[in-house]
């Protein structure tokens, strides 16, 4: 598991570019090379439903091989990739399947690398997305509900798709898509003898993919100081994390470092994303055996990830509010509440503990 998308809740008391392309219509002649596509590496493994993985491995994992990866293909002739003014003249959505008998991506009709132009390779940038979608917004399968608009064919500038999350407040998990992507500009046939491999990654940000509630210090102590003759605990009921996420964005396929997104209008800019964990009879947090011993079992659940677009929008702050119930072996119910603002827990953002503040209890 990714350690970057672990959220641990810390329990307290003090509070618990500008060239003209060649129009080339790609030559089909079979004394030519044709166009062949391939997937080098592998994306950070997530247990988030979802999650796609770039092999036909895992478990309820959507999987690259199962569902394939759409391609826009530029042909700049002998100018560089600039992109103010090109179109995918040379692929459009293309579909690429992966072709398990025979252990290779096909696609058809077969492109064919352009002409060389007095002993020079012309150039091809490709922009690759996955999962495909055939119909964007429009179909019926988890990808066409979350990729629900692309740049036109006949639309100059770097290609583009549009995504949104899926699924309604109180059932996403299973509407869920994670989103891949890859921009390899200016390749040409002469460095690319075999194929064109695409080292994919993920295009949004994830949090929660464990989530840990833990025992402070601070708790410890309160429960140490409680503690006369007969252990002392405290269990959790329930936890609640309501997510404030961006319903929409717009991801331009030419990043290279990292994934581009640009903000698009939308009737509703934020959507609301509730899960609710309830450990069976409760979970005992923490107990005190005697008035200087505390025995602490961590709550954990894994497989509970939400993606979200990483993008800082003015008005809408991406967050979610943590609700926590729980009562003490003496019976004495509680409930605390935090907020985490999620501009901070990304992809490579590392293990975070969050300290949650709740009210003077008595024990």
Known sequence: MNSANKITILLATAALLGCSADKATPDRKTTRQAISFGTTGDVPTRTAHGTMTTDGTGTGELSLQELGFGVFACHTGLHPYVGSNITPNYMWNQQVAYNATAAVWDYAPLIYWPTPVDGLYPYVSFFAYAPYADSPGTGTTVAEQCIVDMSRSVESGDPWIVYQLGGTENDWQDHQVDLLCDFLPDQ???????????????????????????????????????????????????????????????????????????????????????????????????????????????????????????????????????????????????????????????????????????????I
């Open 188 to 362: 040409q046939q002469g460095d690319v003898p075999q194929r064109v491999n695409f080292r994919f990654q993920h295009a949004l940000a994830q949090a929660g993919d464990q989530i840990t509630v833990t025992c402070s210090p601070e708790l410890q102590a309160r429960l140490l100081q409680a503690y006369t003759s007969e252990d002392v605990s405290f269990i959790l009921d329930r936890v609640e994390l309501v997510y404030t996420l961006l319903r929409k964005g717009r991801l331009r396929l030419n990043g290279t470092a990292e994934p581009l997104w640009e903000a698009v209008a939308s009737e509703s800019p934020t959507v609301r994303r509730r899960l609710i964990l309830e450990p069976e009879g409760g979970h005992v947090l923490c107990t005190a055996t005697s008035s200087s011993d505390c025995d602490v079992t961590d709550y954990t659940v894994t497989d509970q990830g939400i993606f979200y677009i990483p993008l800082n929008v003015e008005g809408c702050t991406q967050q979610v509010d943590i609700y926590v119930s729980y009562h003490t072996s003496k019976n004495n119910p509680g409930a605390l509440t935090t907020r985490i603002n999620l501009t901070t827990v990304t992809e490579a953002g590392g293990n975070r503990s969050f300290r949650i503040v709740m009210p003077e209890i008595t």
